[in-house]
């Protein structure tokens, strides 16, 4: 009986000592922990999973936005390895290999290490007339000898209920978030209960200036903090860096699968006559729209008095209310898979002759 204690006894020791060796060996440069994604292990079934979303993204223009670069290096992580601009590049480079093999047409803000302003960044990608823009970005804490703190984020810009809010950009942002973090087997920190963060938690009431000045669906990715003890180790290895932009590949996928809602006047409406008491939109989609996700404003006030026709897809809008001048419109739907339209917006002038010129 003592004999059998001593050698579970034994054995118990010899277990400890293995199992602190193995993860003191994790932690070192050499033995980086992270996972293969099962389409980099089985490239069928890459190749499967790229084919599957051609049809969702084929033609669609995505503008890439690795952030910092050039004369912006300033982002050096723990014991100088990790270099946020250069990782930020390498993701995106990844990345925008794995939307063209899926039909995308990828545009960047740089391709190398050189500096692009921050105004030019949303400038160019609202040129280009891009469907989605992404920057992209790896994280920092607030206190230079804070090592520990890790996690992976997505912003959207502003908040909900404030007017700057276009939930699209929320949504955008779920679908990234929660294939990058899952790829890599970060969380979403403690701050969100899905790891999507408004840019006004940053910014109060301003936000990030490439996502407050994009006028289509944006996002901002951190991927993870440069300056972890661990994290840093895993962002210089050019196949994490691959790892983390497929993440980034399958949420964009998964979002454009789910359709995205387009919003579209039937005839022009830069002016219209008083005699004129509707005007009519087409809201265009792949799947169905929610009638009750209809959201009309002038002014950045709700307004009510129009009509939806599911059949047709045809939103009518009853101005007999409006008054005669100058109004900002906004309109916002979402279709059944719960993804929303960028805004409608535009600013109109009602006028009891659409033939007289309007003041500049």
Request: include cysteine; glycine fraction near 6%; proline fraction near 4%.
């Amino acid at each position: 009986m003592r004999k059998n204690n001593h050698i579970k006894r034994n054995s118990f020791f010899i277990i400890t000592f293995l199992l602190v060796q193995f993860f003191y060996g994790c932690s070192g440069s050499k033995n980086v922990y992270y996972e293969i994604p099962k389409e980099f292990r089985n490239p069928k079934k890459k190749i499967e999973f790229i084919e599957k979303y051609i049809p969702y993204l084929k033609s669609k223009k995505i503008f890439i936005d690795p952030g910092h670069g050039g004369g912006d290096r300033r982002n050096i992580g723990f014991e100088g390895d990790a270099i946020e601009a250069d990782i930020n590049l390498n993701v995106a480079l990844s990345l925008t290999t794995f939307l063209r093999q899926a039909g995308a047409v990828v545009f960047l803000s740089r391709d190398k290490d050189t500096t692009i302003a921050l105004k030019d960044r949303s400038r160019m990608a609202d040129s280009l007339n891009a469907d989605i823009f992404i920057s992209i970005h790896h994280n920092a804490p607030g206190r230079a000898d804070d090592i520990w703190t890790n996690y992976t984020s997505t912003y959207y810009h502003a908040k909900p209920k404030y007017y700057e809010y276009n939930p699209v950009n929320h949504d955008l942002a779920k679908y990234i978030q929660r294939d990058l973090s899952y790829a890599m087997r970060n969380s979403g920190g403690p701050y969100s209960f899905d790891g999507t963060y408004s840019d006004y938690i940053i910014y109060p009431d301003d936000g990030f200036s490439v996502l407050r000045n994009s006028k289509m669906p944006a996002v901002l990715i951190e991927g993870g903090f440069t300056t972890h003890h661990f994290e840093s180790q895993r962002l210089t290895i050019p196949l994490f860096n691959r790892i983390e932009a497929w993440g980034i590949f399958k949420g964009i996928s998964r979002f454009f699968k789910a359709g995205m809602p387009v919003i579209k006047p039937v005839a022009d409406i830069d002016s219209i006559s008083i005699n004129n008491r509707e005007i009519n939109f087409i809201i265009e989609d792949s799947t169905n729209i929610n009638p009750n996700s209809i959201v009309v404003k002038f002014d950045s006030v709700k307004f009510n008095d129009y009509s939806f026709n599911a059949k047709n897809n045809l939103l009518k809008i009853d101005l007999s209310n409006i008054t005669e001048g100058k109004h900002i419109l906004k309109i916002i739907a979402k279709n059944t898979n719960g993804i929303h339209s960028f805004p409608y917006e535009k600013e109109i002038y009602f006028i009891k002759n659409k033939n007289i010129p309007r003041d500049n």
